[in-house]
């Protein structure tokens, strides 16, 4: 399988990479900035040059992938259209999509009850109509939206699940998301998916 990762120089993206070659699927590595891709050395990785912000840029890279991973976020000072523009590029141009975001955006706001949740969205007030927009980009291709409390870079037990996040109660203590755990979860749901056309949830067990 050929499997395209987008935001592949965070540090989720980086894991999402390692853990796909480590499965034996060819990779491609999208990135503004090809240098700062920080993956091994292998025959069955591309990293190719994208910009969400330069139209077709992303379409072009991700062309005979079988499905689009994206761990695609910004940092401080960057617009949060470029969620958007993401989204909706790879939503347009791939297959398939998983995409990683927030848990209590989007399609789980509520998620984290009213107080957690109000909090949530003053937080995250510049990217907070960015999230939602860019999940339904993602939804309205039929692809899978993951989202997840706070990364951490913490061990986990198990393999973790996802959950439909219609199936999932509020709860005023968001779930912890390790990085590693989000990373093969994602990857699972690309080479099998289960959650086609689905918000969900990423849960983990606390070691």
């Given at each position: 399988?050929?499997?395209?990762?987008?935001?592949?120089?965070?540090?989720?993206?980086?894991?999402?990479?390692?853990?796909?070659?480590?499965?034996?699927?060819?990779?491609?590595?999208?990135?503004?900035?090809?240098?700062?891709?920080?993956?091994?050395?292998?025959?069955?990785?591309?990293?190719?040059?994208?910009?969400?912000?330069?139209?077709?840029?992303?379409?072009?890279?991700?062309?005979?992938?079988?499905?689009?991973?994206?761990?695609?976020?910004i940092v401080k000072g960057?617009?949060?259209?470029?969620?958007?523009?993401?989204?909706?590029?790879?939503?347009?141009?791939?297959?398939?999509?998983?995409?990683?975001?927030?848990?209590?955006?989007?399609?789980?706001?509520?998620?984290?009850?009213?107080?957690?949740?109000?909090?949530?969205?003053?937080?995250?007030?510049?990217?907070?109509?960015?999230?939602?927009?860019?999940?339904?980009?993602?939804?309205?291709?039929?692809?899978?939206?993951?989202?997840?409390?706070?990364?951490?870079?913490?061990?986990?037990?198990?393999?973790?699940?996802?959950?439909?996040?219609?199936?999932?109660?509020?709860?005023?203590?968001?779930?912890?998301?390790?990085?590693?755990?989000?990373?093969?979860?994602?990857?699972?749901?690309?080479?099998?998916?289960?959650?086609?056309?689905?918000?969900?949830?990423?849960?983990?067990?606390?070691?």
């Amino acid at each position: 399988m050929k499997i395209a990762v987008l935001g592949s120089t965070g540090q989720t993206g980086r894991l999402v990479i390692a853990r796909a070659l480590e499965r034996g699927h060819d990779v491609i590595a999208l990135a503004r900035r090809p240098e700062r891709v920080d993956a091994p050395a292998a025959d069955n990785l591309w990293v190719v040059r994208a910009d969400v912000t330069h139209p077709g840029s992303v379409t072009a890279a991700v062309e005979g992938a079988d499905v689009v991973v994206s761990a695609l976020g910004i940092v401080k000072g960057q617009d949060p259209a470029i969620l958007v523009q993401g989204a909706q590029q790879i939503a347009s141009a791939a297959p398939r999509v998983v995409f990683l975001t927030s848990l209590g955006t989007g399609a789980t706001e509520g998620a984290l009850g009213a107080f957690n949740g109000a909090l949530l969205k003053r937080i995250l007030r510049h990217e907070w109509d960015a999230k939602r927009d860019a999940g339904r980009a993602v939804r309205a291709a039929g692809g899978t939206t993951v989202h997840a409390g706070p990364l951490t870079n913490k061990p986990h037990q198990g393999d973790g699940r996802l959950m439909r996040a219609a199936d999932f109660g509020p709860r005023l203590i968001p779930p912890m998301a390790p990085r590693a755990g989000i990373a093969a979860l994602l990857v699972a749901e690309a080479e099998e998916p289960r959650f086609t056309d689905s918000d969900t949830i990423a849960l983990f067990e606390s070691r």
